[in-house]
């Protein structure tokens, strides 16, 4: 059974910095994809960054030079690094996995399409861990 659990949410205060892990198990592909996701207040659950097995990296418009995706392939876990953080980064964050995919899958995962339009080919989520930013 796959399992996806995230950690790492809390409440702070705008500037602050918080790192979100995610640990998969259960996964029987060697190379996949990964990607953070989020859902916030009045918006659908869209893509923040994206990462490929061999360690491409793409982010969403609204946290470049702020959130940093990584991957510790040997721990099975998925990290986000968010510096800097905002108000309107409050929300709920989820990670993912896709089984099959290219590199392309980190422009597409960012373009800004819900995933109540496209599920970017996602085979496992997580339950999500909550991340508040107050101002």
Known sequence: Q????????????S???????????????????MGWFRTTSGEERKGVAAIVSDGLTNYADSVKGRFTISRDKAKNTLSLQMNNLKPEDTGTYYCATVGVCGRQWVNWVVSGVDVASTNYGIDNWGKGTLVTVSS
């Open 2 to 13: 796959v399992q996806l659990v995230e950690s790492g949410g809390g409440s702070v205060q």
């Open 15 to 33: 500037g602050w910095s918080l790192t979100l892990s995610c640990v998969v198990s259960g996964y029987t592909y060697s190379s996949y994809c």
